[in-house]
């Protein structure tokens, strides 16, 4: 996967202490294809979800959005941070896959705990990028206790105020939302 270009930075400990602008671009040739993952469990400690993402045109493609209970999508506003985490996919034009997603929860301090829970929910939803295309491709809202889902939502004010917060990025020229799937619809386990 080619780094993404970020432009407005004057260097490291700028950008790391005080957001400049900043602008998404991806690679030449490439597009970006937005998408993050929240997760929601009783388990406060060792919950976490693994999103699997392939590619359809290009099979070699592969790769994982991971957030647990730990990770921060951190924001602008005075709400409290959900957790979770926003992946900026620099990609080739082509189609790609959801294929699901590795869950588990429950699992005790030492790491192995008899009540542990590891599910997978399969999602299956293909995707396109584009050429200089930044397409938003939603949020997984997972929920992870004894009915294990995954719920697709519009979460882009969230999202960009992530960008904004975390890379400088105040709005996203020529954006596209195309939703994996319809907003509200859930994916369970097997």
């Not at 998408?35 to 400690?45: G, H, I, N, Q, Y």
């Not at 099979?59 to 985490?85: C, E």
């Not at 590891?118 to 009915?147: C, H, M, W």
Request: include cysteine; hydrophobic fraction near 40%.
């Amino acid at each position: 996967m080619k780094a993404l270009t970020l432009m407005g930075c004057a260097g490291l400990v700028a950008c790391a202490t005080v957001p400049q602008s900043a602008e998404l671009l991806p690679s030449t040739g490439g597009g970006i294809a937005l998408v993050s993952a929240t997760v929601d469990s009783t388990d406060k400690l060792t919950a976490k979800a693994e999103t699997d993402i392939r590619g359809v045109d290009d099979p070699a493609f592969k790769t994982r959005l991971y957030a647990s209970r730990r990770d921060v999508l951190r924001t602008m506003t005075a709400q409290s941070d959900p957790n979770g985490q926003l992946a900026v996919l620099d990609l080739k034009p082509g189609r790609y896959v959801v294929v699901g997603a590795y869950t588990s929860w429950g699992v005790g301090g030492a790491g192995v705990d008899s009540n542990a829970r590891q599910t997978f929910i399969p999602i299956n939803r293909e995707f396109e990028v584009k050429a200089g295309e930044v397409v938003y491709l939603g949020s997984l809202a997972f929920t992870l206790d004894n009915n294990e889902r995954a719920t697709v939502q519009n979460a882009w004010t969230r999202d960009a105020s992530h960008l904004q917060a975390t890379r400088g990025v105040q709005q996203v020229n020529g954006l596209v939302t195309r939703l994996i799937a319809p907003e509200g619809e859930v994916f369970r386990r097997r």
